[in-house]
């Protein structure tokens, strides 16, 4: 019987089930990027920060708390992953900086370099809800091409025309919340 389903499978989508299952998978992830994206870069960060902090909070209180370890684990998770989610746009302003002094310091002047990092760095302060939209529904939109074409063969045309819908609704979706 499970033969039978995975060879009908295989028949229905002319497409080996390794490469359907793939596909399946990059099509979902991208669409969940393109819906939610803002959502699940904060989570991400949340977790990440989480877990270093929780993990510091253990090793650090383990001489002084015996047993009780765990629930300096707990508190500095929470703790730090808020904060890591907190400063997750200070962190993107930094890098936005740090990348355009690199980037410009050869080209011009060191000061003149140095005063557009520090305005990249308030731009992306400002607008980084907005940015990781954009970015997060442009990526999702890419994911979700590739996915699809695990199954069809599609037309330049016809791919950069999913990209532009997906990223303009998920722009749209993303930004009303």
């Not at 979902?28 to 920060?49: E, M, N, Q, Y």
């Amino acid at each position: 019987m499970n033969k039978m389903r995975k060879i009908l499978l295989e028949n229905l989508f002319q497409v080996p089930l390794g490469s359907f299952l793939i596909g399946l998978i990059l099509a979902l992830l991208g669409l969940i990027l393109v819906f939610a994206g803002r959502g699940v870069i904060k989570f991400i960060a949340f977790l990440i920060g989480g877990i270093i902090g929780g993990l510091a909070a253990s090793i650090i209180m383990a001489p002084y708390l015996g047993g009780a370890t765990i629930l300096a684990g707990v508190i500095g998770f929470i703790l730090v992953g808020v904060l890591t989610q907190l400063l997750l746009p200070v962190g993107a302003g930094l890098v936005a900086a740090a990348l355009t002094y690199l980037f410009l310091k050869p080209l011009l002047n060191m000061i003149f370099a140095l005063i557009l990092a520090v305005i990249m760095f308030f731009v992306v302060l400002m607008l980084f809800n907005k940015i990781i939209a954009v970015g997060t529904s442009f990526l999702g939109s890419l994911i979700f091409l590739a996915g699809i074409r695990e199954f069809v063969s599609l037309d330049i045309y016809i791919s950069l025309l999913i990209i532009a819908v997906l990223t303009a609704i998920g722009c749209i979706i993303q930004l009303k919340s």
